[in-house]
Nanobody
């Protein structure tokens, strides 16, 4: 499976953006898709995940209540709706597929897409 992330851009604090992650190849109901982000000089960190079949989700505390992860099975696409953006949300956002089920650990994910830049100014 290959993943292609898109939808990043520049925004003001308080604005919204929606990221997309399109998958080529078969996605199984047991697959877990995750969004991570990496700010300059920092390690990649977990943002949100969704189990493809059941649609169950989990979020990092830093984005809970502001970001929503969803999937559209007919389009093999995962979305990340980001509301009430803050400057600290500035990062390159990546999507990946977990090889270890319901995990928030970067090392459990693979098939990373190329990332999409999100820049939030105050």
């Amino acid at each position: 499976v290959q993943l292609q992330a898109s939808g990043g851009g520049s925004a003001q604090a308080g604005d919204s953006l929606r990221l997309s992650c399109a998958a080529s190849g078969r996605i199984y109901s047991s697959h877990v898709m995750g969004w991570f982000r990496q700010a300059p000089g920092k390690e990649r960190e977990f943002v949100a995940l969704i189990r493809w079949g059941a649609g169950t989700t989990s979020y990092a505390n830093s984005v809970k209540g502001r970001f929503t992860i969803s999937r559209e099975t007919a389009k093999n696409t995962v979305y990340l709706q980001m509301n009430s953006l803050k400057p600290e949300d500035t990062a390159v956002y990546y999507c990946g597929i977990s090889r270890s089920g319901y995990s928030t650990r970067e090392n459990d994910y693979g098939s990373w897409g190329q990332g999409t830049q999100v820049t939030v100014s105050s």
